[in-house]
């Protein structure tokens, strides 16, 4: 019986666990059903010169986005170590 206390307590501590992350984790904002780093590399993927329209649309969604997007790009920040570091 006391193992299966054990095994019990053990899988509630990982549930535990792994609720927590999901809810502490920063949500990724979302605008018009696309996620800030999907608009971010439609930006990345389209040149000035190619469609200033297209790209103003881009850049419109994530200023929506303003002040939920500013959390998400901190923690991809420190996430992302710089090439010159290696």
């Known amino acids: 019986m006391k193992r299966r206390h054990k095994i019990g307590l053990?899988?509630?501590?990982?549930?535990?666990?792994?609720?927590?992350?999901?809810?502490?984790?920063?949500?990724e904002p979302?605008?018009?059903?696309?996620?800030?780093?999907?608009?971010l590399s439609d930006i990345e993927a389209l040149s000035f010169p190619d469609n200033y329209r297209t790209n103003r649309t881009r850049v419109a969604a994530i200023e929506h986005?303003?002040?939920?997007?500013?959390?998400f790009l901190l923690e991809q920040?420190?996430?992302q170590p710089h090439a010159s570091q290696f």
């Open 10 to 27: 053990t899988v509630l501590a990982i549930a535990i666990a792994a609720a927590a992350v999901v809810i502490l984790s920063p949500s």
């Open 30 to 39: 979302v605008y018009e059903g696309k996620t800030l780093t999907e608009w």
């Open 77 to 79: 920040i420190r996430f």
């Open 65 to 71: 986005m303003s002040a939920d997007a500013v959390p």
